[in-house]
Structure formats: structure tokens, C-alpha cells
């Protein structure tokens, strides 16, 4: 009886948890883009080579190299670890079915890039200004 208590308390504990990490990183994109949201399913299409374009306009995934922001990002939207990541686009590129995504080591930089380029959608910390894109709800 105890251990299925705990179990409850458990799963009651990660059921609150995971919508608060999902609030750690932010999902922007350039202001070109003609959406203001996206399912948590296309956004994992568009980050995985899956889908390139959203509302008949090509998009471009933009990533960060590491930092909180990539892990939670890849943990909440990708279900993906950073090694497995690399092992996906590896094989992408290597059988000629997608290349190897831009990836920025900063917030500003991925700030920056998303700005300035037609259709981009990156991620960044919660914490930064995101003054000049767009910020995307993922539903």
C-alpha cells in the first residue's frame, strides 16, 4: 500500500513539474513567419528534418550547441538526448536525406541569426529578451 502511495505522489509530482520546464526555453521566430503557434508535433517535425515549411513558407530550425536551454529544449520538444540528436542528423546527412542544421553557441547569437533570416525558428533561455522575433505557443 505504501509503495503505490508513492507512486501517486510521484507521478502527481512529475505531472506538475513538466509543464514549468517546458516554461525554461522559449520557441521564436523570425517575424516573417506567418504563424503565431504550432503543435508540439510539428515543431518536433520541423527540428528533426520532418517538415520545412509551415503555412507554405520554408522554415529553418536553429539550434543552440549546449546550455540548459538545449537540453530542456531537446528533453521537452524532442524527447531526444544531444547524442542522440547528433546520430540523427548524422544519419541525414549521410544517406543525402537532410543536412546538418545552423547551431549557435548564445542566446544572442540564435537571437540574432532568427532575426535576420527569413522563415528561421530557434529556441532560446527563458530569461532572454526577445525583442526583434516573434515567440511562437506550441499547443
Do not use: C
Request: glycine residues 10%.
Amino acid at each position: 500500500m505504501k509503495m503505490k502511495t508513492v507512486l501517486v505522489w510521484a507521478a502527481m509530482v512529475a505531472a506538475l513539474i513538466t509543464p514549468a520546464i517546458a516554461g525554461d526555453v522559449q520557441v521564436i521566430a523570425n517575424p516573417g513567419v506567418g504563424v503565431a503557434d504550432l503543435t508540439a508535433d510539428d515543431l518536433k517535425e520541423i527540428f528533426l528534418g520532418g517538415k520545412t515549411s509551415v503555412g507554405g513558407a520554408a522554415v529553418e530550425p536553429v539550434f543552440e550547441q549546449t546550455g540548459a536551454a538545449h537540453e530542456e529544449f531537446l528533453k521537452t520538444y524532442l524527447g531526444k538526448s544531444d547524442a542522440a540528436l547528433r546520430n540523427h542528423f548524422k544519419t541525414l546527412v549521410f544517406t543525402g536525406k537532410g543536412a546538418q542544421p545552423k547551431a549557435f553557441a548564445s542566446d544572442a547569437e540564435v537571437l540574432k541569426y532568427v532575426a535576420s533570416t527569413k522563415g528561421a525558428i530557434g529556441y532560446v533561455s527563458a530569461a532572454a529578451d526577445t525583442a526583434g522575433v516573434k515567440k511562437l505557443q506550441i499547443k
